[in-house]
């Protein structure tokens, strides 16, 4: 049964399940598939891959479902994936000849999340050894240590892709009620923890409601947080996103603040060019999209390539300065929006008079 299990809970998932067991077919692994009620063809799908099948009564714990899945491996080593992930590349005879002189370390792999446009890559501690940890919380579950031994880890070789962000607003209603009602008595028995601020502030954010994610953003900024915790920084991300969709330009401006501690990555620099623009402030804008795509290390697919080029191009068309936008536009790639702005405008200098 291999040497390590990967355990995944899963309930009505037949869209996507198959892709994530196919994924992992050929690893020399034990899967161990743990149902919480599915009605639909869950279950027969995953008897094509693996005869580790339980079934765990839902009681609105993400995290006892895990350490019960967690449960039934055979193996100490366990790699925990979710229903909508697959793999995109992996190495798994290294996994454990890297973490076997270190038995209490996590193992941390890149996913990358897809969105409706583009894709946002984070990494997510996913391997490890059962004797030394488990999961807590009822949602956003979170891997944490049996022993006082710190959090340590290495990054694994392996990158997962994820579908969980790109089902759009209104396939997910049920899903969204479900996880806002288990974050809230989460934040009833623990009102000063930001990270359930942040959490809840997603769930009204994915569902496009800006003026409701609003306010929870701010309570997870008053807080003061490490720079190194991703979710303060997709908190700031979020609130000045927020702040462009409903048009508040002088509450998005003081984004500007953040500046020191993210000032290093792309997305923020993206984030303040877009603020700019919204604030009719071109010569500002300009810069900071410069320096988006100069620091090359996007957590956003194209913040440092062609989402920043087309701003850069659009600024140039308003002050009329054609052939620099069509170069800007060309610098696009394959953006579609690019390349029909190349077109209309390469039309309109071909018609012009000489």
């Not at 897809?114 to 391997?127: A, E, I, K, N, W």
Request: aromatic share 14%; charged share 25%; with cysteine.
């Amino acid at each position: 049964m291999g040497n390590f299990s990967v355990c995944i809970i899963a309930k009505n998932e037949e869209k996507c399940i198959e892709r994530c067991l196919k994924s992992i077919s050929d690893f020399d692994c034990e899967i161990v598939v743990v149902d919480t009620g599915s009605t639909d063809n869950t279950i027969e799908i995953v008897k094509k891959y693996t005869s580790k099948i339980f079934h765990f009564d839902w009681i609105n714990d993400f995290s006892a479902a895990r350490n019960y899945s967690i449960a039934q491996a055979s193996n100490d080593w366990i790699l925990v994936l979710d229903c909508d992930e697959w793999v995109k590349d992996a190495e798994p005879a290294k996994f454990l000849p890297m973490f076997s002189p270190h038995p209490d370390y996590l193992g941390i792999l890149k996913r990358i999340n897809l969105l409706p446009v583009g894709s946002y890559t984070d990494d997510v501690p996913r391997f490890f050894n059962r004797k030394y940890y488990r999961y807590e919380r009822t949602i956003h579950e979170q891997l944490v240590p049996l022993t006082p031994h710190p959090l340590e880890g290495f990054n694994l070789p392996l990158t997962i892709l994820h579908s969980g962000y790109n089902e759009g607003k209104g396939v997910s209603t049920e899903k969204h009620m479900r996880n806002l009602t288990l974050l809230e008595k989460e934040l009833e028995k623990d009102p000063d923890n930001p990270y359930f601020y942040f959490q809840i502030g997603q769930e009204h954010f994915n569902q496009f409601d800006y003026q409701t994610a609003l306010p929870y953003y701010e309570k997870v900024l008053t807080y003061d947080l490490s720079p190194q915790l991703e979710y303060y920084r997709l908190s700031v991300q979020s609130y000045g996103e927020c702040l462009i969709q409903l048009k508040d330009t002088e509450r998005a401006l003081q984004v500007l603040q953040w500046e020191k501690d993210f000032g290093d990555i792309s997305d923020f620099h993206y984030l303040m060019g877009r603020i700019y623009v919204l604030a009719n402030q071109p010569l500002n804008a300009m810069p900071e999209f410069i320096k988006a795509i100069s620091l090359k290390n996007p957590r956003t697919t194209g913040t440092d390539s062609h989402l920043s080029w087309y701003y850069l191009a659009a600024i140039n068309e308003d002050f009329g300065n054609i052939p620099a936008a069509i170069s800007f536009y060309e610098n696009c790639g394959d953006f579609q929006p690019a390349k029909a702005k190349i077109a209309t405008l390469s039309a309109t200098m071909n018609s012009q008079p000489q």
